[in-house]
């Protein structure tokens, strides 16, 4: 049955002014936090070329196989819209030639695609504010986007509400010698696995390792460890790393089991969860991905990075009922005229409010009608001040101004209604 054109697609929402409202109050936090770390916003398409994505998410992953909306273009070529926005960053930084040293950390933020079941804090269409550093290959520039990502939960009263899990999956080589044990494991155990466990026996084991089935779960609690298979390198990189966030104060929990679900992360994985939003609850997650630049074709570079989903995030501050009167609608000035034939007049003094008071909201309601009406409607805007026009106040070059807040009420002159709209708001 087709679907009726009035109704948006499964998994794609519509994001009304209220909930923009939240959404730039967040986007402005967090860019206030990346700005205090001198990291530089970039952009990047949106589609690529699906080669780009086959080569590096990893051929037998739940993306690749089932997520991915791909299509031909008019000349044939194979296009996807990006699950994700690392790949596309780098892709960006190796044809642009970014330098290294003056350009090496990098936010971005913009819509992602994935063909998932979509439910609760899951869509197919989804927000991702991602941010990523090369060309650094010490632990402490992990240190440094964990540090970002503290420092925005303190700006946003979440620090209770989440917590950070984190691991290693050491080199592609160690990781090789893990998987092998691993499925010899769980092919002892193959009767008590679920479909989907059975079938990534053969083509990503890993990603067993992040069930939520319960038996499952309880079944791995006898697997091997991966942190057992660290060669000398690894482990010292992330002994290094828990050190520094034990020195910094950095809550975590050590979990052997997180693996990320893309085939390009070595060593350091983590995910920011919570236990508010139900099965969907990672907030924030990230790794290292020291090999996907020469997967692309670049130069061998270190690089780290992690993405926060905007919803999510939104969803667990709309859970909280945090800062949300600091988004709640408002109106500043309301400019209202009783004669049709004067609002160009009125026009023109918004305007000129609006140049002199740049950040105020200004709002001209151009339909004739009751004062009383007119009032209330100013009231349900949230609006502070007030500004009427009738024959009288043209005639006497005065505008009559009502605060909405005090109910007190003043007729000045046009000359004096700069200064007294400055004693008011500033």
Known sequence: MVKSIKQSIRGCSDYLPEYMRIWRLLERKIIKVLNSYCYNEIQFPIIENT???QRTIGL???????????????????ITLRPEGTIGCVRAIIENKLNSITENRLWYVGPMFRYERPQKGRYRQFNQLGIEVFAISEPEIELELLMIFSHLLDDLNLSDSVYLEINSIGSKYTRRLYIKDLVIF???????????SKKRIYTNPLRILDTKNKNIQHLL?????????????????????????NKF??????????????DY???TVFEWKT??????NTVCGGGRYDTLFQQIGGQSTSAVGCAIGIERLILLIKKESLFLKDVSLFTDIYLFFLKKDIYFIVLKLAENIRKVFPTLKVKIDFLVGNISNKLRKANKSNTTVALIFGKKEIFTKTVLIKNLKNNVQMTVSKKELMHHLKKIFF
Request: glycine share 2%.
């Open 60 to 78: 037998s992953t739940d993306i690749l196989l089932k997520e991915m909306y791909s299509f031909k273009d008019k000349k044939n070529n194979s």
């Open 221 to 245: 609690k006898e697997a091997p460890i991966i942190l057992d298979y660290l060669d000398e390198k690894s482990k010292i990189h992330f002994e290094t790393l828990c050190s520094l966030m």
């Open 51 to 53: 080669e780009l994505f």
């Open 275 to 280: 236990n508010v939003l139900g099965s969907q």
């Open 265 to 267: 992360y070595n060593d």
């Open 249 to 262: 104060n950095i809550k975590y929990k050590i979990n052997t089991k997180l693996v990320r679900g893309l």
């Open 186 to 196: 769980l092919k002892k155990y193959a009767t008590e696995l679920d479909e989907d």
